[in-house]
């Protein structure tokens, strides 16, 4: 993703009253916190909020404060982001308080650097800890010429299947999509499905598309332009409108829901496509230990290694009276061996943002996984620059965007497609961005 200039994102030939909104804040009558004196750091004692939904997080802050004379850091659990957690966090920003930190998702940070929500930690001095990070993470938090949050964690996709189910049918781990869903007919005669494809969740057919070269959003001076309906989304939503309709996969139940629980126990279900933190999930299964492994997510013609499913950040709210004290802690949440250890001990991340530190966990074999080292072998490759599309970008109103697309997703299971919805989504999320008075228009329009 290219990094957004602060007249790309700001300009775009917007109404008077949408200008207003995106260079000032969602409070009326304030100013935008990114034109205000910087904050320089306390002299004193000093003590954090960080608000998030990351179970276990914390013993995390626990530890920091157990290192620190000065600074310590409270958490305060809310609810997921679109459950209810952000709904605290715009309310409490709009009554000029909340917390210092708040877990903010990947995709939804453009929304709170819209609503002038976030600090730009380029002001703060985070820009020396670049390398340190995930580029394509990176990527995804750079806009307007500033950083606008922390990267905290990120799902790089994998495989993980069960070897004696293909074994039942002599197949081999598919290389490709064209190879998946050749080996998903052979298993549909062996009365199992080759994974599931949920209509009511948009976010893995985004990341298919994603892994395909698709890029949804570009910004141009003169405004957004939006490509759903590009070569890459359109190859992505026929050939799983195929593997619908041919019986590969279903679209009854969703990974990790109770039934599919059940038919992973069974051999019903033979593999899932998903981020590297559905290891944790699989360890679920009943008697799974020894039954599963992890792969590569299978190729298109054209396209990258891997993709990213889910993700979030730890970004430095507007209220913050100590964001160079915020950042501090962030960063040494993020990128130290001691703050990745702990988030993957105490919560579970999906994976560390941190470019050179994995975890001493995710170092060793896997008793689980028959001794497999799938962490080293699948997820560090997946992670790399090359391995990702860099041209992926989120954009100002993603989470409606993905309501649409579900919504139409779910016609499939009355004789619709997905091609069509793609078709359709686009047009519909066209007019919502121009009534929240954005500048939109179609690619090649």
């Keep these: 993703m290219s990094p957004l200039s602060r007249r790309q994102l700001l300009g775009f030939g917007l109404s008077a009253g949408a200008a207003a909104l995106l260079a000032g804040c969602a409070t009326p009558g304030t100013t935008s916190v990114n034109t205000l004196p910087t904050i320089p750091p306390a002299t004193g004692r000093v003590r954090l909020e960080y608000w998030a939904w990351l179970k276990g997080l914390d013993q995390v802050t626990d530890l920091y404060n157990r290192s620190q004379d000065r600074v310590q850091v409270d958490t305060v659990f809310i609810p997921g982001g679109n459950a209810g957690g952000y ?11 909340g917390p ?4 903010v998702e990947l995709r939804s940070l453009p929304e709170f650097l819209l609503a002038n929500g976030v600090v730009d930690l380029s002001r703060y001095g985070i820009d020396r800890y670049r390398e340190l990070y995930d580029p394509t993470l990176w990527n995804q938090v750079s806009y307007t010429g500033g950083v606008y949050a922390v990267p905290q964690d990120s ?19 598919p290389a490709t999509w064209d190879d998946w869903a050749a080996v998903g007919a052979e298993l549909k005669g062996a009365g199992v499905l080759m994974d599931s494809f949920p209509l009511a969740d948009a976010s893995p057919f985004a990341a298919y598309a994603t892994q395909a070269g698709a890029s949804w959003f570009r ?6 332009v939006i490509d759903m309906t590009d070569e890459a989304t359109m190859k992505v939503a026929a050939f799983f409108d195929e593997a619908i309709d041919a019986g590969i996969v279903t679209t009854a139940y969703g990974a990790y829901t109770p039934a599919w629980f059940s038919a992973a126990a069974d051999g019903k279900i033979a593999s899932v496509a998903t981020g590297s933190w559905g290891d944790a999930l699989i360890e679920g299964v009943s008697g799974a230990s020894g039954k599963w492994r992890a792969a590569p997510l299978p190729t298109w013609e054209g396209g990258y290694a891997s993709s990213f499913l889910g993700g979030s950040t730890a970004a430095i709210l507007a209220n913050s009276q100590h964001p160079k004290e915020a950042l501090d802690f962030a960063v040494w949440m993020t990128t130290t061996p001691e703050g990745v250890n702990a988030l993957i001990e105490y919560c579970g991340i999906g994976w560390s943002p941190a470019r050179d530190v994995v975890g001493d966990l995710r170092e060793k074999p896997s008793e689980f996984f028959s001794g497999q080292n799938y962490n080293q072998e699948v997820f560090v490759p997946a992670t790399k620059e090359s391995s990702q599309n860099q041209d992926w970008s989120w954009w100002p109103v993603t989470q409606q965007s993905f309501n649409i697309l579900s919504d ?8 619709g497609t997905l091609v069509d ?5 686009e047009k519909d999320i066209i007019t919502v961005m121009k009534n929240k008075g954005l500048s939109i228009r179609k690619a090649d329009a």
């Excluded at 910004?219 to 957004?224: H, L, P, R, T, V």
């Design 421 to 425: 919805a793609v078709v359709q989504a």
């Design 87 to 97: 709904q605290k966090l715009y309310s409490a920003l709009a009554a000029g308080a």
């Design 408 to 415: 139409g997703f779910r016609g499939k299971a009355s004789g």
């Design 219 to 224: 910004a141009e001076d003169d405004g957004w």
């Design 155 to 173: 799902g790089p996709m994998g495989m993980f299947y069960q070897p004696a189910v293909f074994d039942r049918v002599g197949a081999s781990v």
């Design 100 to 103: 210092d930190i708040a877990q």
